[in-house]
């Protein structure tokens, strides 16, 4: 055989494809040895720092401001800078109304009206599910008496106005306020102060239908509480110290945890409860050291039922439990997963998986900023104060998927997470 027909016979034989693939898999096996893969284009986020709120690209830590808001005043982003509707992001800072928008030099800020004889008072805020409306609260010049605003800032309406309304009371809305302010089952729920002019020792609980009018009222004792919400099946609850909620219609109990637990917290749409419990190991023998056999378990149960299924859905030693950053799970805004720290680690629980897994190893720091969710729900955003001796602020960016992004933010002026905006 020739040169020529040698070449012939390999280029034209089975021994191409195999030089073919010899390559190939080469080529991969240097690729998986010599690349580690780091996070890819990750977004912004809306961050507050330098007495102003900021659009940050997470990747160049490039800020765009947005506006200036002291440390001592209230920021609320809409649903829309949380990926939780397609509408605007909009930001209050106080009584001003801020238009985020990634790229723009400056955002465009207006003014949330107050009308004459009016005065804007530090009120709890809140968004509609739509993201479309805002709840805040004004008082009158004169004889001080608050009143409700329920505001569009797209048409700049206000379209709700009631009297008398605890300013401290964040007002919540159902879950069918997503479809609009005027859908069948949207109500809000707010706190109304007693009428003096009537000699009212109590306040009320009060419920609003903006679609039929219709008002519901539940008389509340005087003691303190602190967040109101909705069930699913659309009763009003309220929170009492330590988190506890209760049903304004009776006042029992929204949920039932064993004697000797502590709650957690409830999800947002008052479907779950997360509590801990202490347990003991049932396979943990007499001659086993007694501090091994003993658990704090971390417990999920269906909020409505009164003898649920509790599921443990985490456990750790009883007496390893000074390494955590805190015990609040943050649940997703779409509230099917949450995250907790426990142990000095991001631990992730997929109510539909059943499955709870260690997204990050190795915090032992102070908390700065509570956990944001990215809108996909794939990752999490963070800071906390493990500054490498350099800040007190170090931004941590967790996927599962991906290597960890971690940076160092110096300044003395504070820093905090807001958001995780959607692309």
């Known amino acids: 055989m020739n040169a020529l027909s040698m070449v012939n016979t390999i280029t034209t034989s089975p021994w191409r494809n195999f030089l073919f693939w010899t390559g190939a898999i080469l080529l991969i096996v240097l690729a998986t040895v010599f690349y580690q893969p780091a996070a890819a284009k990750t977004g912004s986020l809306l961050v507050w720092t330098r007495d102003r709120v900021y659009v940050m690209d997470i990747d160049t830590l490039n800020l765009e401001r947005v506006g200036p808001a002291t440390a001592q005043e209230s920021i609320t982003p809409s649903p829309g800078c949380l990926g939780q509707t397609t509408g605007p992001c909009w930001v209050v800072v106080s009584e001003r109304l801020y238009t985020v928008a990634a790229g723009a030099s400056d955002s465009a800020q207006a003014r949330l009206p107050i009308g004459d004889g009016y005065r804007w008072i530090d009120s709890a805020v809140s968004w ?61 729920g707010y706190k109304q102060k007693p009428n003096q002019a009537e000699n009212e020792i109590f306040p009320w609980l009060i419920g609003f239908e903006p679609a039929t009018g219709a008002v519901e009222k539940w008389p509340l004792s005087t003691e303190e509480i602190f967040e109101l919400r909705w069930s699913p099946d659309d009763v009003l609850l309220y929170s009492q110290p330590k988190r506890f909620f209760r049903s304004s219609v009776d006042h029992a109990p929204a949920y039932h945890i064993p004697p000797g637990s502590q709650l957690a917290n409830m999800s947002p749409d008052a479907r779950y409860t997360l509590y801990y419990q202490p347990f003991r190991l049932k396979d943990c023998q007499p001659e086993n050291d ?36 805190n015990f609040i799970p943050i649940w997703s805004p779409k509230d ?86 959607p692309n």
């Open 290 to 325: 007694q501090d091994d056999c003993l658990h704090l378990g971390v417990w999920l149960i269906p909020a409505q039922e009164l003898d649920p299924d509790k599921e443990l859905i985490y456990s750790a030693k009883l007496g390893e439990q000074d390494q955590g950053l």
């Open 336 to 421: 099917d997963a949450f995250v907790f720290f426990q142990e000095g680690q991001l631990i992730y629980y997929d109510l539909a998986e059943g499955e709870a897994t260690i997204w990050y190893r190795s915090i032992n720091g102070k908390l700065r900023s509570i956990p944001v969710f990215s809108p996909n729900e794939e990752a999490v955003a963070f800071v906390d104060d493990e500054g490498r001796g350099f800040s007190e602020y170090r931004l941590v960016i967790v996927n599962p998927k991906l290597q960890p992004v971690e940076h160092i933010i110096e300044t003395d002026s504070g820093f905090k997470v807001l958001a995780w905006l």
């Open 128 to 188: 509609s599910p739509d993201g479309l409306h805002l709840a805040y609260t004004v008082a009158d010049r004169q004889s001080n008496q608050t009143e409700l605003r329920v505001y569009n800032p797209a048409t700049q309406e206000v379209k709700i106005k009631a009297a008398n309304v605890d300013p401290t009371m964040a007002v919540a809305w159902t879950g069918a306020c997503a479809e609009g302010l005027n859908a069948a089952g949207c109500k809000l």
